[in-house]
């Protein structure tokens, strides 16, 4: 374990210390699948679930929780992220002004034939993405009592996201929390507490089991789309509780999703910087996915009243990666 | 339709142009499901194939299909491609050195918190990936005649990546030819002809079906993995013949996807470059899928004889992407 | 000769295109110093010009006419462009936490050493930059009639930045316009003209002469420092007319800069976009440099009263590239 | 001061590092233009100098000493670097395809006007270049006596590469040292040694002062043009010896630049990785160029027995920046 950065304890956040720490102490499952695991709550996920999953295939409607990867993205300035950009290697129009020549063999335009290609350069945490378990230190340590050294230059040696690929396949639940309050969207700093979350389960005749992909809607970023402001940039926002941990701990829960650029409440609900992520990622090892369009999945499970679909939401393996992009898909 | 660019006829081709047009005038889609659709033969898949394919879950296993996408990929030079290359934003050591105070309100290392961030600069089509429908021209145009003009520098105003996405869940059927025939791998230059396919379905028990993924294994990609050669950059493989084409449409195929880099086997059987792609991606509309890595799922599907699965392999939304890198998963 | 693109006659323009044709008739340059030319107006520079410049070195102080290039640069969004990216390969953060090792022979941070090392990701065009001879087509074409085909995916192949690596090498004058009016800046809007050219030479006692770098001061850089707004996206600004173009012609003037995002005055004088960049740049073959900060030699010229210097402001040998970054400097 | 990362005693190199710690506590620099200094070595370069290297400006040829930057660079794979790629925003083949409309005021292709605009992907140091005093560590440090912690994944907070900018420019000293052996270049492995460097000085008729930038020539450049090899990753190469420092020291050298990617021979002359560079770079603060082109240079000098010329090679200030390329020129 790394030699943690020194810390200079603030007087007015000792109460907030101690109750953060009890939550770690109470909830983190460093060790609970062994001394080498990457892939924390996502052990939750076996055959049983992946079975169980299979059983919400209803209709055989697809439908997608990406939001689109370009200009119109939310990253609009702020901790270096870009929105995506696409640059070419090879043009139609190239093509067409001739310029492919020689192909091999001189197989180009000459005969008829061309091509296109492109080079993709952008943050792995753009829109709709996985956090990997690397993403997020706390005294020094990332998830399972990994060193942050172990995250450089080079990429993260251990809990990259490749440790995610293969694995995010599940049962899916949608919580939908403006249509459970007859709202649009919860406004910025709203939390989301575990008795919203409980009443959303009764509305909305579903439950929570063991390794599902909990998907809770805010309505946020449909509010924002059309003008995003601080969004993609830590603004505030809407999100889960800090003290929903206990609830997605005792449930077994495997991963959280959101429509919100962090899923946790904006402020934060105490004087530590995104304390569900340093309790929920790095301590109990939780897979926290964000920026997931929920528009288009809440209007489908509001028009047939169910809120369980096979989830189908895995990363690239991009190899050391501290996030990924994600074709996210709600399997009906 | 844009105006084509000038072609100069070889002499020694005029047979050869003849199959081409006359397998063209057979095969193509354009207008099929509309003129202005931009997905080709992924319209074969609807709610029956994901209900049929949900029937391909048994176990409840997840197997990748996806190479990693970092340095050790196939991408050594040639083609302005690239290996993907990952660039930290934010990294642990920083953190460890004190390096990210202050987060908002000193949050940081000072109070115990840190974090990483990075970027992705990537080829498209780097390694496993589909090619969208404006990958690949002939006479002036793409799928569905749509000019080649509409390819420029800012990508793809019809038939991008895109419109894949939330498309490419199906049934998929793994043919193992390699298997077929008792040896390691397909050599270079070796074509796999409807014989061979046919003789896999019958030894392999499966049969491919209207909107199946159709993935083929050649052993190729297993061969050069420790030594990649040209293996990223056109050299010569083996792969589907020109002439599975009618086979493919007539069984209604939504995609096929390899162990190469380019589905077809190379060098080309006729005087054009790549006619499987000019035949298939451009007018059938035919979805390819290139550097899949099947040895994960050859092994699976030896083991207990089955032969389809549930086909998770979605691309990401890139608007205007030429291709797109993917989670490609066999769920059985 | 490319075939133009498609060209409709706007009624209200038919005076601005007589204008502009004749002044292309007037002022083109095609051909002037061989079919071959790639350097245009920089063929004005030769050995004479460089040993006048040498007189120009007076007390031995060297002034920057670079901005920085980083996060605090004018692109803040729009046309595709985002302010420079610097990446890193390796840190000292890196190295402190042991994670250099092994360089070769084990010879890092085990024996005390490491390294840094980053990567440049950035418009060519993002700062202080020229503009090549490829940037800018009309009918079809860009300087010495070469078709605009040739500037492609793989950059330009002719007219590229490479040409004007080493010849950017001269006298430079500057004039100073605001101290010439006794006002900070010009406005957004003002056209700089023939008269306020020469009453700024009379003024600061400087002639332009053969081959010379022109350097024209708005104050306009200055004004938007610290708050940008559309300075790097196209907005208005003052800069020189278009009817400066003769006297510059006449002059045999090499270069010409300003402190501005497009040195013509914006909103543009005539009908055309970039009528300046229309005839200077692409007939005249005029070396066009932008975005100059001049606040340091202005300041400098003002205390001394010497308005000519020795100018390199060479860029780098970019090859096809459409601009580059450069190190302006006036050594004086 | 960093607190350095441990340091594991290798037996076999003692007296190594003995040596090593002998020539630093002689050299260092540290200090000596103030605990704030950025700029090393450059310090010895005054209006003095510069009036001097005016001098030199004997027929007003200009000589570039930089490589192209482009895919025939030398970064062929290995430690992260790739040759530079430019990639486009716009092209003439998107404009001849009416791609270009609307423009302003649609003043694009229907009006005859487009444009071309580019990206610049590179490793700072791909090809010509300057390394920063952020570039290389020693007991934790880096020049003048600054925390390696400074250089993060946002760049070096000191003693970035634009702390060089305004000041690469002075006297340049050629010393061509296959010609002085009468071969065609230096094999690798070849320390270039004082006396050498002394010996070049007298056949080639020129002295060595104060503030001088110094050009060593190798002639290996050359010999690898065609088929780089190992050039660009850290293969064997001829250099300067680790003994000329005290010789650079005492003549009070600005810069060294070498046509090697290295500077310094390889392999190392002692037990420690790239000991020029750590005693050097690091503790006197000496500025480094590397991948000097000096073909030309060395041909012009030979043709008329000049070796000295107004040096001009200043880079970009590319804030934070690690290295950076450079538009290398001898004004002769």
């Given at each position: 374990m790394a030699e943690p950065p020194n810390r200079e304890q603030s007087d007015g956040c000792h109460a907030d210390e101690t109750l953060l720490r009890s939550m770690i102490a109470q909830?983190?499952?460093?060790?609970?699948?062994?001394?080498?695991?990457?892939?924390g709550t996502l052990n939750f996920i076996g055959p049983a679930q992946i079975l169980a999953a299979r059983e919400?295939?209803?209709?055989g409607e697809v439908v997608s929780m990406t939001l689109p990867y370009d200009s119109a993205g939310p990253q609009i300035g702020g901790i270096g992220r870009n929105n995506p950009q696409l640059f070419p290697l090879a043009t139609g129009t190239d093509y067409l002004a001739g310029?492919?020549?020689?192909?091999?063999?001189?197989?180009?335009p000459a005969r008829g034939m061309g091509y296109a290609d492109d080079y993709l350069v952008t943050p792995?945490?753009?829109?709709?993405q996985w956090d990997s378990l690397a993403h997020v230190f706390f005294d020094g340590c990332m998830y399972n009592g990994r060193s942050a050294a172990e995250v450089d230059s080079h990429g993260?040696?251990?809990?990259?996201?490749?440790?995610?690929h293969g694995r995010l396949v599940s049962r899916g639940v949608l919580l939908d929390i403006p249509r459970l309050l007859g709202i649009d969207h919860l406004a910025e700093g709203t939390p989301i507490t575990v008795e919203l979350l409980e009443a959303a389960c009764e509305q909305q005749a579903v439950e929570v089991r063991t390794g599902d992909a909990l998907v809770v809607r805010t309505g946020f970023l449909e509010h924002r789309r059309s003008d995003w402001g601080d969004f993609g940039r830590g603004g505030d926002a809407p999100g889960l509780s800090l003290h929903t941990l206990p609830w997605l701990h005792e449930r077994e829960v495997a991963a959280v999703a959101t429509d919100t650029w962090g899923v946790e409440v904006r402020p934060n609900e105490i004087g530590f910087f995104q304390p569900f992520h340093i309790v929920?990622?790095?301590?109990?090892?939780l897979a926290i996915g964000e920026i997931f369009d929920l528009e288009a999945i809440a209007r489908a499970s509001a028009a047939d009243g169910h809120y369980d679909f096979f989830f189908c939401a895995d990363p690239l393996p991009l190899t050391g990666g501290i996030g990924s992009p994600v074709s996210a898909l709600a399997i009906r």
């Open positions: 909830l983190s499952n460093w060790g609970r699948w062994g001394v080498d695991d990457q892939r919400c295939i209803r209709t310029r492919q020549d020689p192909l091999p063999g001189s197989w180009g792995t945490q753009v829109g709709t993260a040696r251990h809990n990259g996201i490749e440790n995610y929920g990622l790095t301590h109990m090892g």
